[in-house]
């Protein structure tokens, strides 16, 4: 397995069906960052597993609560539409992963992808979906796309400010009840 600065290998599955770990990285400049990378079921369930996941690091880190929220909703939107409009990974999979450094939080997810490529919409006032990539793009610094040996990891680098960390924007107590 090759692997960057800043992602973890990944291997087994705890009880949540979530394999992956979080640590603390040296990047090339020995700056140190949290990293985690998570391999999760292709399934909706998924979606509130991840977020909690992202939630709790990010609490650990430092990392203020509004910055939660809104990377927790970036994820949302990117985990879901992986699930929505891709193909999974092999073993029915999608890789999430987030690395936190400098100040700035990267998030990404990996599929199998699809019949088409992610792009922000513009949808009617009357629609029911298509705002998830016009939300990321919004609340991210930068996104964007990226193909490589079959798979298509969409990405979005938000801004994580440290400070004080709780209460209901910081995320989910508890993690998501299993089904």
Known sequence: MVMHTGQVGVSGMNPRGMSGSSRRMRDGHGE???SSVVLLPYAPSSVATARWQLAADLR???TMAAAIGDAALV?????SNAIRHARPLPGRTVRVAWTLA?????????DGGGSTRPHAGHPRPSSLGGRGLAIVEHLASHWGIRAADGEITVWAVLPAPCGRATG???GEAAPPSEA
């Open 168 to 170: 209901p924007a910081a």
């Open 102 to 110: 400098d100040g700035s939080l990267r998030v990404s997810v990996s």
């Open 32 to 34: 140190v960052g949290e």
């Open 75 to 79: 994820l949302s939107e990117l985990l």
């Open 60 to 62: 650990e880190a430092g």
